[in-house]
């Protein structure tokens, strides 16, 4: 693939490998007086699978939240109904009626975004050196294994089962601690739905993977106008490896969702929640429901901020095909199973490419 790129100018395997170059955040570089094109570190290659997008003919679904917490039995089917097809057909749907004030939304990505304008010395005492550290951030996702940079800064923090919070900028630690509280009760009553969808129990999710100490995060993006745009990406495609991201931003479009082949464009209704299906209900699920690939492009003009709220097993939880939704004639196991905390240290080694981590367990024997 290098080869027919002639335009990507990559350091060595050896270089990346051994010696992980310090890079500064990309907003530092993106403030720079004069920036008119990208360091060839951020172009990526172009695929010619990633061009066309489409502006949906279709959208992604609209799951009224108050409908699964409604005492009535028709609504309530009807929304189960509606959850489980979004799941199979799309993987990603919009959360409206969730109860979560917009003070609070809009709190947590200002805290955000305070914290990303923090000084580089300030920030440098967050970042973090493995995926399982409470508190990390830094720029791109993993230096150490990118071959090419993505043209964003993140900051990622634990809120459960252990809460954890930077304690700069001053009001950042209450605010998350409001927030991730109110989105936690939020992902654990759409989880019950999803579970309730594929003919389980509702609690079957929460007891077989011990959801009450389930690992709950608060991943933040910033993406600073990017002068060469159609070169760089914030996020390369990839799929979020917990059951259930839920994903906040400010106003600014960046989000695409592949779908039937195409990438459309996300343009969420205000103050909803998009959530996506992560890799381990694609697990729990045994392949029925998909963790759908996404990515972010970036643009000239605006700073884009995105809340990735990933949540997901107990780090000791094993994860495996749910025995009921198994028949060993027709529907055998296609996954294997695996605790929580190694598939996570698995992608901590892997670079953020596609659905890689998922593939490594699929078994392929069957
Ligand atoms: C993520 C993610 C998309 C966005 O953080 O996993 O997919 O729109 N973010 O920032
Ligand atoms: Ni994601």
Known sequence: MAASA???SQPSQASLTHTPPKRTSIKSLAELPGLTSIPPIYIFPTNANDQPFSDAKESIPTIDFSHLTSNNPDERSKVLQELGDACQDWGFFMVINHGVPESMMQAIIEACRGFFELTEEEKQEFEGKHMLDPISCGTSSNVSVDKVLF????????????????NKPAAFS??????????RQVARIIVRGISESLGLEGNYID??????????FLAANFYPPCPQPELALGLPPHSDHALLTLLIQNEIMGLQVQHKGEWINVNPIPNSFLANVGDHIEILSNGKYKSVLHRAVVNNKDTRISIAMPHGPALNAVVAPASKLLDH????PAYKAMKYKDYLELQ????????SCLERIQDRTI
């Open 6 to 8: 002639p335009f990507l």
């Open 151 to 166: 043209w964003r800064d993140f900051l990622k923090v634990f809120q459960h089962p252990e809460f954890h919070s930077p």
């Open 174 to 183: 209450e605010i998350a601690l409001e927030f991730s509280t109110r989105v």
């Open 207 to 216: 007891e077989a993977l011990n959801l009450e100490d389930g690992l709950q």
């Open 329 to 332: 004639e027709n529907n055998p």
């Open 348 to 355: 901590q080694s892997s670079k953020l490419d596609g659905k």
